[in-house]
């Protein structure tokens, strides 16, 4: 194979496209902004989905289906997610044979454990620190091919434009070495951007601090859809920390921790009282719905704060350490308390964005040529994502982009190396100019403190409810700050090495994605998932059961809507009260 | 004025000029880690004689020590940052870089040499390919566990800092690379390759160059029994140095 692939991102689904490119011999060039061990995607913590039954309980993957659907309140397309969650076993079985240290059953079998919107055991982990597990995996097998020259590596890279030809292929990318901060242009023939979330547009998160979201908000400028960007999911159970909002895995949960609050000076467990069908196990948003009407509606937060118990000083210490570790761990170092002894004080937090680049159901985006996997695309989840699900819908994203990029480009009439030097030459020289312009800003504004000021409105407003007048306030306070982003000074500093003008860079991608978030969120009027509007209370399947689709224009995002493919199961009212409606394959 | 935290911190603006000590002084907050006071001079890159500088540069990610990019030397003891409570250390707090690593600018060190070196001990598990063939081999739980132990490796150099063995006149790859040769030899797919890696530890810069100073066990901030998979190790090359040539 003569043609090259691009992979943008070494996390998960960028790992395992580039695994799949090249073990069948396509030479794949891949970027990542730091060493693909340190990705986003070790942060995972709880485990991955799969159908396996290894407790005998009758689970089978049509169920993994309907909860998936269900828990994402019907807004996903489901045939890409049925084909995803039938491949979750064998994906499974594939990170095993990788040597991933899954913690086992007595008998040696992959163990499994429950997490949220499901009645089933069907997460696969490796303590509490499944992510990195995954990640670590990968990144050996990449090696290996990286030995055999078929992977190059670049890691602590940036990625800057896409090279798009005269039909509007994507052709290559413009990329930054952030030592030297020198600008590089590299011809492909494909590119799959697998470059993760935006959890930083909030300000803190439990996100990663690379995980601005400014690679997607590129290809978003330069003509790539975004779809349901104001699905984000909070998280219910994290702690605060001045510089980042620490998760405190579901899992906790699901190996027995029980949420609680005082009430008339005696514990009240209001997960178990409201939803006596799931309890604890209730999914994400509606579990972070519930403890923020505990906490402000209610003012029974622990301390007055919005913060509740998340308690597992009941449950056996060994049980704890074996599979709870990783978690306990951090909790110990940055709070100092043992949560085996003693309830742990946790909150809500961002956490994961269902929304993300449009694709199709080969994981192209609206640009030809430009592929996308994992958390930057929006294909899997609907309108908020069960736990233990984005592991396995980044590395099965990955294993369809390879391949179908692959596909791709055999069918190009003219590879990267026909096309003239000068498209390439105009791109490198275009993105070395925005360079230097970023460079010469010598004004007053800091961008970290703008950065700061960004997050405190998203989290403020965009988050767990959302009303229309504080979200038109919101999309008005980023245009000021976009405005404000004009006087920023980057200081004197050298380019070797500097930090400041990257990351100024990333904030403008940021302001542009915040206000697709935003005012994608005012203008659903309706309560789907993760997205709340007490003025819209209600689920709108007529008006609303469509995905948002947002294109780039230089006076804001431009929004249309397209139909959801409902072809499996027939949408029915999301509860967890009462235990889920039973459904069948085909009837 | 409010608390604050005084830091003293190794600069360098890149690899041919002179490092020198600049002290700052921010605000201070509950619970506050070294990497917020690393933030708030992003905020406000003024040191304490009150000169605009450029702010410091250093490495980080996850904030929760499981990236182990945050890695530096506080207050001369190298660990992450992010798990680094102002609290518990000493002030002023004095930040430099790892000094067994290429530097790049202030706190911020190339440890590619890491990565390079699981490359050379083949630290993978050769797997037929990636198409369905059901799952792996059963494992004990007790194997697991083990095994889990040595696989949380960050790759964040802490073990390479402390090692005296590995400095500029050596090739020593450290005891990361090591422990995670153990790891995948203890796997029963990763055992039946197990001699090359076993040959790769034989090499120069292999196992013979550890000095079992075993710094490294007790800097390692994820508790990896290093100085155990070492041993191992150790017994395991001499075997393999006996019969491997009688192609046993």
């Known amino acids: 194979m003569d043609g090259k692939v691009i992979v943008i991102g070494g996390g998960l689904a960028g790992l395992m496209a580039t695994l799949k490119l090249a073990e069948s011999g396509q030479k794949v060039d891949l970027f990542s902004l730091v060493p693909c061990k340190r990705s986003h995607s070790v942060c995972a913590q709880g485990g991955i989905n799969a159908a396996v039954n290894t407790k005998g309980e009758g689970d089978s993957t049509w169920e993994h289906f309907d909860d998936t659907i269900y828990g994402g309140d019907f807004l996903a397309n489901q045939p890409p997610v049925k084909a995803m969650i039938e491949a979750a076993p064998s994906i499974i079985y594939l990170m095993d044979r990788m040597g991933v240290t899954f913690n086992r059953t007595p008998e040696g079998f992959i163990d499994v454990r429950r997490l949220g919107g499901a009645k089933y055991s069907r997460t696969v982990f490796a303590g509490a620190t499944t992510g990195q597990q995954l990640i670590y995996a990968l990144d050996e097998q990449v090696r290996r091919y990286e030995s055999q020259g078929l992977v190059n590596r670049y890691e602590e890279w940036e990625f800057l434009s896409l090279v798009l030809d005269d039909e509007g292929r994507c052709r290559g ?19 799959i951007l697998a470059t993760g979330g935006p959890g930083m547009i909030f300000g803190r998160s439990t996100n990663s601090t690379i995980n601005t979201g400014n690679a997607a908000a590129i290809a978003y400028m330069q003509g790539a859809t975004f779809a349901n960007g104001e699905f984000i999911q909070i ?51 509606i579990a972070t719905r519930a403890i923020f009407k505990v906490c402000v509606d209610m003012k029974l937060g622990v301390d007055g704060e919005n913060k509740v118990y998340l308690d597992i000083s009941h449950l ?113 020289k275009e993105t070395q100019e925005k360079n230097r312009a970023l460079f010469t800003m010598q004004g007053t504004e800091n961008p970290y403190r703008l950065h700061e000021e960004l997050g405190e409105w998203m989290v403020d407003n965009v988050t767990i409810v959302r009303e229309n007048d504080r979200l038109k306030a919101t999309d008005e306070k980023i245009q000021e700050l976009m405005e404000r982003y004009k006087n920023i000074g980057v200081g004197a500093g050298e380019a070797w090495g500097n930090q400041i003008v990257p990351f100024t860079r990333r904030l403008w991608g940021m302001l542009t994605l915040a206000r697709v978030i935003t005012l994608g969120a005012m203008l659903r009027n309706e309560s789907r998932g993760g997205h709340y509007k007490p003025e819209f209370p209600e689920r709108d399947d007529e008006n609303w059961l469509k995905t948002t689709k947002a294109n780039y224009s230089p006076s804001g995002p431009r929004f249309s809507y397209e139909p959801v493919d409902i072809s499996s199961i027939k949408p029915r009212k999301r509860r967890y009260d009462v235990a889920k409606e039973v459904t069948k394959q085909n009837g | 004025m409010g608390k604050e935290v005084t830091l003293i911190i190794k600069r360098c603006k890149d690899p041919n000029s002179t490092s020198y000590w600049e002290e700052f002084r921010v605000p201070y907050f509950s619970k506050m880690n070294v990497v917020s006071a690393l933030m708030e001079i992003q905020k406000n890159p003024v040191n304490s004689k009150g000169e605009i500088v450029t702010p410091v540069a250093w490495d980080c990610n996850c904030l929760e020590e499981v990236c182990g990019a945050c890695t530096m030397l506080i207050n001369g003891k190298v ?39 699981l490359s050379k001990v083949n630290a993978w598990i050769e797997i037929d390919g990636t198409h369905d063939m059901g799952p792996g081999p059963k494992i004990p739980q007790k194997i697991q566990e083990l095994a889990y132990e040595l696989s949380k490796c960050m790759t964040c150099g802490c073990c390479m800092e402390a090692c005296p063995n590995v400095n500029k006149n050596s090739k020593f790859i450290g005891p990361a690379a090591i422990a995670q040769v153990d790891l995948i030899n203890s796997h029963p797919t990763g055992a039946l390759q197990q001699e090359k890696r076993l040959q790769a530890l034989m090499g120069e810069g292999g196992i013979a160059d550890c000095g079992n100073a075993q710094n490294c066990e007790k800097v390692c901030p994820k508790g990896i029994p290093l100085t155990r998979s070492i041993a191992k190790l150790n017994r395991a090359t001499t075997i393999q140095s006996i019969f491997g040539w009688l192609g046993k």
């Not at chain 1, 990318?173 to 590119?191: C, G, M, N």
């Not at chain 1, 069960?386 to 791709?408: D, F, H, Q, R, T």
């Not at chain 2, 430099?96 to 706190?107: M, N, S």
């Open chain 2, 79 to 117: 660990r992450q940052s992010c798990s680094a409570l102002v609290d518990k250390l000493e002030q002023p707090i004095r930040l430099a870089p790892l000094t067994k690593f290429p530097l790049v600018r202030d706190l911020v060190v190339d440890r590619k040499v890491m990565f390079a070196n």
């Open chain 1, 316 to 428: 056996d210490p060994h049980e704890i350490d074996r599979k709870l570790a990783g978690v306990v761990d951090i909790y110990e170092k940055f709070v100092g308390d043992d949560p085996r002894k003693v309830p742990m004080q946790t909150f809500p937090a961002v956490h994961y964005s269902m929304g993300g680049l449009w694709v199709d159901y080969n994981q192209m985006t609206s640009i030809p040529g430009l592929f996308a996997a994992g958390e930057c695309e929006y294909q899997y989840h609907g309108a908020n994502r069960l736990g233990g699900n984005s592991l396995v819908a980044a590395l099965y994203a990955g294993m369809v982009a390879g391949p179908k990029a692959i596909e791709y480009t055999a069918g190009l009439t003219k590879s990267h190396a026909e096309l003239p030097p000068e498209l390439y030459e105009l791109a490198k």
């Open chain 1, 235 to 285: 998280h219910p159970s994290a702690i605060p920390g001045r510089d980042k909002l620490r998760l405190m895995s579901e899992s906790i949960r699901g190996d027995g921790g029980r949420v609680w609050v005082y009430k008339d000076g005696k514990p009240w467990y209001f997960l178990e009282e409201w939803y006596p069908a799931y309890g604890n196990m209730v999914p994400r948003d």
């Open chain 1, 173 to 191: 990318i413009t990329v930054q070495d952030l030592k030297s901060l020198e600008i590089e242009v590299f011809p492909a023939d494909a590119v």
